[in-house]
Nanobody, 123 residues
Framework: QVQLVESGGGLVQAGGSLRLDCAAS????????MGWFRQAPGKEREIVAA????????YYADSVKGRFTISRDNGKKSVFLQMNSLKPEDTAVYYC????????????????WGQGTQVTVSS
C-alpha cells in the first residue's frame, strides 16, 4: 500500500507560481512512477505531468509544457510540481498518483491516489 498526501495548493493571480508537494509513505513508494492529474468542475480528470521512478523520464500535457515542471526526491519519497505562468484555466483540484509510467502516457491513471489539493487562479 502507498499513501499519498498533497499540499501546496491555494489561490494565486494569473501569471503567478505555485509548487505542489506530494508526500508518499509505504515501503515501496519509491518504486512507482508518479503523476499529477487535475480535475476542473464539470470536466474529466486529466493528466498534467508524470515522472518515472528513477526521474529519468518525464511527460507533460501539451497545455502545461514549458510552464510546469515535475520532479521527485526518492530519498524523501516526495514528488513536486512547480507551476509557473499560471492561467485561470489551470484552476482545478490537483491529485498525486502512484502507478506505472506507461499508463500515464497512454492516458490511464495510477494505482494509488491522494485526496487532492485545490488550485485557483484568478484573472
Amino acid at each position: 500500500q502507498v499513501q499519498l498526501v498533497e499540499s501546496g495548493g491555494g489561490l494565486v493571480q494569473a501569471g503567478g507560481s505555485l509548487r505542489l508537494d506530494c508526500a508518499a509513505s509505504g515501503r515501496t513508494a519509491s518504486n512507482y512512477a508518479m503523476g499529477w492529474f487535475r480535475q476542473a468542475p464539470g470536466k474529466e480528470r486529466e493528466i498534467v505531468a508524470a515522472i518515472s521512478w528513477s526521474g529519468g523520464s518525464s511527460y507533460y500535457a501539451d497545455s502545461v509544457k514549458g510552464r510546469f515542471t515535475i520532479s521527485r526526491d526518492n530519498g524523501k519519497k516526495s514528488v513536486f510540481l512547480q507551476m509557473n505562468s499560471l492561467k485561470p484555466e489551470d484552476t482545478a483540484v490537483y491529485y498525486c498518483a502512484a502507478g506505472r509510467y506507461s499508463d500515464y502516457v497512454s492516458g490511464h491513471g495510477g494505482d494509488y491516489w491522494g485526496q487532492g489539493t485545490q488550485v485557483t487562479v484568478s484573472s
